[in-house]
Nanobody, 127 residues
Framework: QVQLVESGGGLVQAGGSLRLSCAASGRTFSGYAMGWFRQAPGKEREFVAAISRNTGNTVYADYANSVKGRFTISRDNAKNTVYLQMNSLKPEDTAVYYC?????????????????WGQGTQLTVSS
């Protein structure tokens, strides 16, 4: 069982930056691939970014086209935490952001492939 708690959301002006954190319980965090998804009002949940579990010293990351070059996903296995650094924020980034953990080695854009989800944190980007 893994519990995920997101933090770091808030209100930011367009062009600004923010970092989301997702703290995971349990001692097997390093064995999970991690993902960030978001859901805006009236829209379906969509993929944002994902990072694989470590394979040796290598991790793989994947990004939605809408955030590529602006967002960076990273993980700190010693702290059981995954981060989402968000730069050059746009009003269309406004959504509830969810952290997810999946028992797979690779990255996935599919919510179905994730086993555990956090409660979400709200990001609002004002124009």
């Amino acid at each position: 069982q893994v519990q995920l708690v997101e933090s770091g959301g808030g209100l930011v002006q367009a062009g600004g930056s923010l970092r989301l954190s997702c703290a995971a319980s349990g001692r097997t965090f390093s064995g999970y691939a991690m993902g960030w998804f978001r859901q805006a009002p009236g829209k379906e949940r969509e993929f944002v970014a994902a990072i694989s579990r470590n394979t040796g010293n290598t991790v793989y990351a994947d990004y939605a086209n809408s955030v590529k070059g602006r967002f960076t996903i990273s993980r700190d296995n010693a702290k059981n935490t995954v981060y989402l650094q968000m730069n050059s924020l746009k009003p269309e980034d406004t959504a509830v952001y969810y952290c997810a953990a999946g028992l797979r080695a690779g990255v996935s854009r599919v919510p179905y492939n994730y086993d555990y989800w956090g409660q979400g944190t709200q990001l609002t980007v004002s124009s």
